[in-house]
Nanobody, 125 residues
Framework: QVQLVESGGGLVQVGGSLRLSCVAS????????MYWYRQAPGDERALVAG???????NYADLVKGRFTISRDHAKNTVYLQMNSLKPEDTAVYFC???????????????????WGKGTLVTVSS
């Protein structure tokens, strides 16, 4: 099992910044890439950014150039630095990790998705 706990959300004005944190605990050796998703009221959950264990990052087009994802392996923590925030960035932000599928002793085990409970980011105009 992997537990993910987000923090750092809050209320910020347009153009402001926030840094979200996601602390992972449990069987973290079983996961590699980690992700941030967000979900606004009435919308589906959408990928914001992801980062591999080696530090390679990718971003949704809507946040490129404004958000930066990073991770600290020693602290088992993934961060999302959000700058130049816009009202449309208002959402609940979720941390996600996935244990990939594996075959052990000839037996197949499906991948497992882990999610945090989310942290609310509100950008006021």
């Amino acid at each position: 099992q992997v537990q993910l706990v987000e923090s750092g959300g809050g209320l910020v004005q347009v153009g402001g910044s926030l840094r979200l944190s996601c602390v992972a605990s449990g069987s973290i050796s079983s996961i590699s890439s980690m992700y941030w998703y967000r979900q606004a009221p009435g919308d589906e959950r959408a990928l914001v950014a992801g980062i591999t264990s080696g530090g390679s990052a990718n971003y949704a087009d809507l946040v490129k150039g404004r958000f930066t994802i990073s991770r600290d392996h020693a602290k088992n923590t993934v961060y999302l630095q959000m700058n130049s925030l816009k009202p449309e960035d208002t959402a609940v932000y979720f941390c996600h990790a996935r244990k990939p599928p594996e075959v052990v002793d000839g037996r197949y085990y499906a991948g497992i998705d882990y999610w945090g409970k989310g942290t609310l980011v509100t950008v006021s105009s």
